[in-house]
């Protein structure tokens, strides 16, 4: 049995707080800015909030 490694490979931060802003974002409760900002309805501002958390979560883990 072979085992691939890119279907074992694990997930950047940046993948993971993706992931979780588009989470977010399908359950109705992301909001843009703060928690009291308004709430985002759009996908693609949606992608963009998860592309700018995504790059500053890395650029937080490389600091360190």
């Known amino acids: ?3 691939r490694d890119d279907l074992m490979k694990k997930k950047s931060k940046a993948e ?3 992931a ?3 989470h977010e974002f399908k359950a ?3 909001h843009s ?4 900002g308004p709430r985002v309805t ?3 501002q949606a992608i963009a909030i998860a592309l700018s958390e995504g790059r500053r979560a890395s650029k937080k883990r ?3």
Do not use: D, P
Request: hydrophobic residues 40%.
């Open 62 to 64: 490389k600091a360190n």
């Open 33 to 36: 800015g703060s928690a009291r």
């Open 42 to 44: 759009s996908r693609q």
């Open 28 to 30: 109705g409760t992301l």
């Open 16 to 18: 993971r707080k993706a």
């Open 1 to 3: 049995i072979f085992i």
């Open 20 to 22: 979780k802003v588009m």
